[in-house]
Structure formats: C-alpha cells, structure tokens
C-alpha cells in the first residue's frame, strides 16, 4: 500500500533520488524567486532590463505603494470572506458524510462514494455554463454566497473521500464498546470519532484552504464587481492598473501568495501527522 523505502545500502539510488528531487524543486522555485526579486526592483531597474541579477537597491517601499495605490487589502479581506466559510462547510460536510460512509453498511453506500470520487474527474471547464446559468437563475451571480456554496460544492467529493480514509481505519470494536454502553451516534462520532481524526482535519484544513484560496477559474465565471472579487482575479486588475509598473504586481502577488504559505507553517505539525495518520512500516 505504501512505497518501499529507499535503503541506505543503495547508494547509487539514494543519490539519483536526492539530485533528482533537488533539482525539480530548484526548477519549481526558480520563477518565484524571479517574482521574489522583481518585486525588490527599482522601476528603473526593470526598464534597464535587469530581471535575473540581484538587485543593487532593494526597495521595500514596494509593498506599501501596493495597499496605498490599489484596493488589495479589500480584495485580500474579500478571499477570507470566501475562504474560511467555503472550507468550514466543506470540512463540515465531508466529516459527517466520511464517518456514514466509512462506518455504516447502507444500500448504495459504494455506488454514492464512487458518485463523490468520479466527480473529482469532471473538467471543471464542461460545468462552467451549467454553473454560471444557476448562479444567474437564483440570483447568486456576482456575490459571496456563490462563490462560497460552489467551493463547497466542488470541494466536498476530495474531501468526502479524504475524510472516509482516514476515518475508516478507527477500529470498529471502539464505536460498538460506546453502543453498548448506550452512547447515541450523535456522541459517539463528536466525542470520539472527531478527537481520533482531528490531525486529518488539520491536514485537509490546510489544502482546502489552499485549494479555495488560490481559485481563479470560479472567480472569473461568478464574478464581476470588485466587491466580490477575490485577490486572484484582482491581480489582473492590477496588472492593467499599474501598466508597466512589474515590481508592483510582483509585491502583488508575493503578498496573494502569503496567506496559505503561513496556514501550512501554523499547522505543519498537524499536517504531517495528518498525512501520516494510519500509515505502517513495511
């Protein structure tokens, strides 16, 4: 079920898999350290041509002419407003659903988790009309609801699956030692259930922040204003904004970019251990 380790008596292995995985993660970092140091860049050092050598003048003022000279900070405040509620229901939704799926026998019960997978495997592009035209029906189009109930929505099938993973491999005689002694369901999936699986929630807190946060596709489908829009789509209001002003939506973009950044770190300890929850050796 899991990937045999690398042995330490394969050496030659172990120091193709080192170069090799330093090498992808030097390719993967390499754009945004470019961002990184065009946002440090004088306006005159861009127009000088100057994009990969380190900067002779850092210029932090960057940053601040960002918040005075744009709405970021309302673009940023509006990301919360989708993010956090789109992520509690989703995990919500997906703790509830995983502990009936993992733990009760009920007709249709595979066909349904298939249901939930199998949707993870739709293009999002095929659903981008149907999606649009309810948005527009209901009257959500253009607002937080939208955006907040279709993260949920799109978000619930990987989630649903996370969670029945992990919630399937509590052992079985636990919940029906609580039956016995005449714990209701209720109680048993709050105060037992919840407790064993809350590194997991951790860890699927983590991605779906990620996830929702970094979502372009629904925001430019749902949204027109610029008191819904998220600070993913704000970027390419900024970039028209600013014209040719790089080290400006570079800062953009470093400061976009932040908030998941500092989730994963605030949470690294319970991410791990939620990855790891019920992995064996061998």
Known sequence: MYPKPILPRQRGLRAVYATGVTVMILLWLLPLFAVLLTSLRTLAAINAGHYWSWPHELDFSNYVRVFQ????????????????????????????????????RFPG???????????????????????????????LYNSFAALILFHI?????????????????????????ARVDGVADWKIFRHIVLPL??????????????????DYFWALVLVQGNDVRPVTTALQT?????????????????????????????????????????????
């Open 238 to 282: 900024l970039e028209g904004q600013f014209i040719s002003s790089w080290q400006l939506v570079s800062a953009a973009a470093i400061i976009a970019a932040l908030p998941p950044v500092i989730m994963f770190f605030a949470m690294q300890k319970h991410f791990i251990a939620g990855l790891t929850l019920g992995a064996s050796k061998g």
């Open 69 to 104: 000279q744009s709405d970021i900070g309302r673009y940023l405040l509006n990301s919360l407003i989708i993010t956090i509620p789109a992520v509690a229901g989703a995990i919500t939704l997906a703790t509830l659903a995983g502990f009936a799926l993992a733990k009760y």
């Open 153 to 177: 929505a799109f978000q619930s099938g990987f989630a649903i699956f996370f969670m029945r993973n992990f919630i399937a491999v509590l052992p079985d005689d636990l919940l029906e030692a």
């Open 197 to 214: 699986v809350r590194p997991a929630i951790a860890a699927l807190s983590v991605l779906l922040f990620t996830f929702v946060w970094n």
């Open 109 to 139: 019960s595979t066909v349904l988790l298939a249901i939930f997978v199998g949707g993870n495997f739709v293009p999002y592009q095929v659903l981008m009309v149907p999606v649009r035209t309810f948005s527009l029906h209901f009257g």
